[in-house]
C-alpha cells in the first residue's frame, strides 16, 4: 500500500487574523495540535513548516515526537515555498503528500482519509472545493507533482494554483451533512464563531 505523508503549513503571515492563527486555541489545544491530532493517523511522517523564527505553537508532549519540524528558507514568499522547503525532508518511502493549512479548524480524520481514498495512481492530486473554488492548501498530491514545486520556484512562481493548472486534479466538495469541514478562518470574529461551533461538536 503507498504510504502518505504530510505538510502542515502553519508559517504564514496571519495578517487578518493579527495573531498566529496555529496558536490559536480550541478546547484546550491550539490548532497546530488539532490538525497534528487529525491527520496523524493516517500518515507515517507529518512534517509542520514554520518561518524561520516562529516559535512552534504549543502542542502536547506526546505529539512532538510524531513530527518533523522544517523552516522557510526565505521570508514571506508564501505557501509554495513553504512546500518546497519541506520536499527535501520527506523520507524515501513517502509515495504521496497532504498539503493543509494550518486554519482548517473544522477538518476531520473522516473527510481527510476520504481524500486520500479519492487519489487513485492517475490522477495528480484531490483538492477541496467549496462554492465552485478550488483550495489547493487543503489537499493530497502524488509525490511526483510536489518534487516540481522547487523548479516552480526557482522559475519565479509562487503561486500554489501551479499544483492544479494543467494537472490531473479530482475535486472534491463537502458532506452534506458537514458543510463546514472544508472552511478556514481568516478574522476574529470567524475564530469566535468556530470555537462556539466546536464545543457544541466536540
Not at 473544522?106 to 482519509?113: A, F, H, I, P, R
Request: overall charge neutral; proline content about 6%; hydrophobic content about 40%.
Amino acid at each position: 500500500m503507498n504510504e502518505s505523508g504530510g505538510i502542515l503549513l502553519a508559517g504564514g503571515l496571519s495578517s487578518r487574523m493579527g495573531s498566529d492563527k496555529a496558536s490559536l486555541v480550541f478546547n484546550d489545544q491550539t490548532l497546530l495540535e488539532r490538525l497534528i491530532r487529525t491527520v496523524q493517523p493516517l500518515v507515517s511522517q507529518l512534517i509542520v513548516m514554520l518561518s524561520a523564527q516562529q516559535k512552534l505553537p504549543p502542542i502536547s508532549s506526546d505529539l512532538i515526537n510524531q513530527i518533523d519540524i522544517g523552516r522557510d528558507s526565505r521570508p514571506a514568499q508564501g505557501p509554495l515555498r513553504g512546500i518546497g522547503d519541506a520536499m527535501p525532508l520527506v523520507g524515501s518511502h513517502i509515495d504521496n503528500l497532504f498539503v493543509l493549512s494550518s486554519d482548517l479548524p473544522y477538518l476531520t480524520t473522516e473527510w481527510v482519509n476520504r481524500m486520500r481514498q479519492s487519489l487513485v495512481s492517475d490522477v495528480d492530486g484531490v483538492c477541496a472545493e467549496v462554492d465552485s473554488k478550488v483550495n489547493p492548501l487543503l489537499a493530497i498530491y502524488q509525490r511526483r507533482l510536489l518534487n516540481q514545486s522547487v523548479s516552480y520556484l526557482a522559475s519565479g512562481k509562487r503561486s500554489c494554483l501551479v499544483l492544479i493548472d494543467g494537472h490531473r486534479i479530482v475535486r472534491l466538495s463537502p458532506p452534506a451533512d458537514n458543510p463546514l469541514v472544508c472552511n478556514d478562518i481568516n478574522t476574529p470574529a470567524a475564530y469566535e464563531w468556530a470555537k462556539s461551533v466546536l464545543v457544541k461538536s466536540d
